[in-house]
């Protein structure tokens, strides 16, 4: 089994691929900012991506290392440059130092688009470095990921059990159930002569994706509503982004920057770049992951 170097493994997608990972049989080392319980094969080691030295013993004697951490959402440029083009930079440079050859890296459909998104811009940044590192490098670029413990789409489904869905004017997107990505990235650590240096889309397997529409629709099925769903002018949208500002400062959820995000037409997972089938498929319906996912929400007293 092998030895898997982790960073982001505290937050949603990397919990789930920690207990992948340790499922498998595999051990993990991962990087963590704060004290974390012992858990059976894991070793936890203190730190951050602005720490070389932290990030140099993560990687020493790693078979791999899967890069999941980064900047999803920041108050300006700098937030997103600092966590996802300067981190990735620092965990290549110590990737490379500590002599490991695997690198799975965990982008966005979002660097498909780099101008229409401080975020966006940033991912495709940090996949322009891995792609010149000289490393045995595997990039993934997830479409919208869901699935228990996730707090991003959490207002959504508190939304849908109102019996509302609040849409963008258009397009279509596709989905991931975050263990679904979790195995992806598992098999891509485990495995870099099945998939080396490529860029994959993975989704939940619905061909051409999902309108807006019918994606609400679906969350209102997993909390037992039926939903009404209205589509929002790109100015609402931006006017309820300063409102979220004036409310919530830096914790604010809808910006500018998720705005111009939102309203583009095309987040469907490109199905040239799916990961072969015999590396990797969905297993996980995206029915049974939203109900689950509100099952979740409800446990914790959040639904």
């Known amino acids: 089994m092998a030895l898997i170097a982790v960073t982001g493994a505290t937050g949603f997608v990397g919990s789930h691929l920690l207990e992948l990972a340790r499922d498998a049989?595999?051990?993990?080392?991962?990087?963590?900012?704060?004290?974390?319980?012992?858990i059976d094969g894991v070793d936890w080691v203190p730190g951050s991506l602005d720490d070389r030295d932290a990030l140099?013993?993560?990687?020493?004697?790693?078979?791999?290392?899967?890069?999941?951490?980064?900047?999803?959402?920041?108050?300006?440029?700098?937030?997103?440059?600092?966590?996802?083009?300067?981190?990735?930079?620092?965990?290549?440079?110590?990737?490379?130092?500590?002599?490991?050859?695997?690198?799975?890296?965990?982008?966005?459909?979002?660097?498909?688009?780099?101008?229409?998104?401080?975020?966006?811009?940033?991912?495709?940044?940090?996949?322009?470095?891995?792609?010149?590192?000289?490393?045995?490098?595997?990039?993934?670029?997830?479409?919208?990921?869901?699935?228990?413990?996730?707090?991003?789409?959490?207002?959504?489904?508190?939304?849908?059990?109102?019996?509302?869905?609040?849409?963008?004017?258009?397009?279509?997107?596709?989905?991931?159930?975050?263990?679904?990505?979790?195995?992806?990235?598992?098999?891509?650590?485990?495995?870099?002569?099945?998939?080396?240096?490529?860029?994959?889309?993975?989704?939940?397997?619905?061909?051409?994706?999902?309108?807006?529409?019918?994606?609400?629709?679906a969350i209102g099925n997993a909390v037992d509503r039926r939903v009404a769903a209205i589509a929002l002018p790109r100015p609402l949208m931006l006017a309820g982004a300063h409102l979220d500002r004036l409310v919530r400062g830096k914790r604010a959820k809808l910006t500018p920057d998720r705005v111009a995000y939102f309203c583009h037409e095309d987040w469907v997972s490109d199905p040239g770049n799916h990961p072969p089938e015999a590396l990797w498929r969905p297993e996980i319906q995206t029915s049974a992951g939203l109900a689950a996912t509100a099952a979740w929400y409800r446990a914790q007293g959040l639904l």
């Open 25 to 38: 049989g595999h051990r993990v080392r991962a990087l963590t900012r704060r004290p974390q319980e012992a």
């Open 56 to 217: 140099v013993r993560l990687a020493e004697g790693a078979d791999a290392v899967i890069h999941v951490a980064g900047v999803v959402n920041a108050p300006d440029k700098t937030g997103f440059e600092h966590g996802n083009i300067e981190g990735t930079r620092n965990m290549l440079a110590a990737t490379e130092q500590a002599g490991v050859g695997r690198y799975v890296h965990v982008s966005s459909l979002a660097a498909r688009e780099p101008q229409l998104s401080r975020y966006g811009w940033s991912k495709a940044e940090a996949d322009k470095l891995v792609e010149a590192s000289g490393r045995d490098w595997a990039i993934v670029r997830p479409p919208a990921i869901y699935g228990p413990g996730d707090m991003e789409m959490l207002e959504l489904f508190r939304l849908a059990s109102r019996g509302i869905a609040l849409l963008p004017p258009g397009g279509r997107l596709s989905v991931i159930e975050v263990r679904d990505l979790g195995r992806l990235l598992l098999e891509l650590a485990v495995r870099p002569e099945a998939a080396n240096q490529r860029i994959f889309e993975p989704d939940d397997g619905e061909a051409g994706g999902w309108s807006h529409k019918q994606f609400a629709r």
